[in-house]
């Protein structure tokens, strides 16, 4: 049974820089494909990053683009997203998500999900 655990999220400045992880347990996926998303109160749930397990290829929303790096450590079975120059506009609940196969980046195609982190960055 596939479960992903988020860390990490906490109250931050603008303009700083905060890294949240999400352990995954339950199978090995080496074919899978890792995500982060968000979702602001009111807002529909957005994409942020997707990463290629196998590979390591990146994939970024363009609104976070150049800001955060996504990565993975196979030997931790974990996913990271560092975000530097964070600004309001980045305050959600960051949630990770997998999915067999390539990368998606629409919510629905996600059949795993953990419980969300929240990321609060005050101006």
């Known amino acids: 049974q596939v479960r992903l655990v988020e860390s990490g999220g906490e109250l931050v400045q603008a303009g700083g820089s905060l890294t949240v992880s999400c352990t995954a347990f339950?199978?090995?996926?080496?074919?899978?494909?890792m995500s982060w998303f968000r979702q602001a109160p009111g807002k529909e749930r957005e994409f942020v990053a997707a990463?290629?397990?196998?590979?390591?290829?990146?994939v970024y929303a363009d609104s976070v683009k150049g800001r955060f790096i996504i990565s993975r450590d196979i030997a931790q079975n974990t996913v990271n997203l560092q975000m530097n120059s964070l600004q309001p506009e980045d305050t959600a609940v960051y949630y990770c998500?997998?999915?067999?196969?390539?990368?998606?980046?629409?919510?629905?195609?996600?059949?795993?999900w953990g419980q969300g982190t929240q990321v609060t960055v005050s101006s």
């Open positions: 339950g199978r090995t996926f080496t074919t899978y494909a």
């Open positions: 990463i290629m397990w196998s590979t390591g290829r990146p």
């Open positions: 998500a997998a999915r067999p196969g390539v990368i998606r980046v629409t919510p629905r195609e996600y059949p795993y």
